[in-house]
């Protein structure tokens, strides 16, 4: 397998920060530069205030990997993140060598989801940060609370502000981009668990069928955390596909 040279550009999604890609980082970074994302109000960077559009979001990520000297590399999004790097893609398609769309699909309303986006809205602002943390981590897991990632991730998304949770939660329901799937030119590889609550099947299946160079992986016995709970064939996968494989 050949070595990856461009930046691996990681962004994580809904209450999610950079801490999540620890495996990531550590295996990636043999094959070149990772850059991993703390999106506007959440993870380290929950001081700052969040977009209330998936496109804010996309604008704020293109602008600090400019700021970093970064014009072209290859761009993995994660659920709420892998909406924002089709937005990013839709917006500068010259500096996506490559992307990866994990955990994700083209509506941002996402039916079928284990509840919708309006309910996750009122639970939180009635709930609070914990435990709408504690509770929406453990969805991501096929084991749930029992997996052992569970209390890491858990921690991670405590670290989000309350007010970035009505904003995420808001840019999701207002996105869509279902018209823009067509005319996404980079080759693309699209992952899945096969338990995933968050995104059903029609979202992956639109995602694969609708982007012209795309490829698909459904991983078994894992839900919307792969990176986590099949971390060595995740990054295998990622890696394979980087390089050209």
Not at 10 to 23: C, D, I, N, T
Not at 132 to 156: H, M, Q, V
């Amino acid at each position: 397998m050949s070595h990856v040279r461009l930046p691996i550009v990681l962004v994580h999604g809904f209450m999610g920060g950079s801490p999540q890609w620890q495996s990531q980082r550590e295996v990636f970074g043999a094959t070149g530069p990772v850059i991993v994302v703390d999106l506007p109000g959440f993870g380290f960077n929950a001081h700052l205030t969040a977009p209330d559009s998936i496109a804010g979001f996309a604008s704020w990520v293109l602008d600090h990997l400019t700021s970093l000297g970064i014009e072209r590399f290859y761009l993995l999004g994660h659920s709420m993140g892998g909406m924002i790097v089709q937005e990013m893609t839709a917006r500068a398609p010259e500096r996506v060598e490559k992307l990866v769309l994990y955990g994700t699909g083209a509506f941002g309303a996402m039916p079928g989801r284990f509840e919708t986006l309006d309910e996750s809205a009122k639970r939180a602002a009635k709930d609070g940060v914990a435990d709408t943390a504690n509770r929406i981590s453990a969805t991501w897991f096929l084991r749930g609370e029992a997996d052992p990632k569970y209390p890491g991730c858990a921690g991670i998304a405590r670290m989000s502000a309350a007010s970035s949770l009505q904003a995420g939660l808001m840019a999701m329901k207002g996105w869509s981009g279902a018209d823009q799937l067509e005319h996404i030119q980079s080759e693309t590889l699209v992952i899945w668990g096969e338990a995933d609550r968050a995104y059903d099947w029609s979202q992956v299946e639109r995602l694969w069928r609708d982007i012209p160079n795309s490829h698909l992986a459904v991983l078994p016995n894992c839900s919307h955390a792969v990176h986590l709970e099949q971390p060595e064939l995740f990054n295998t996968l990622v890696l394979d596909f980087l390089a050209g494989g």
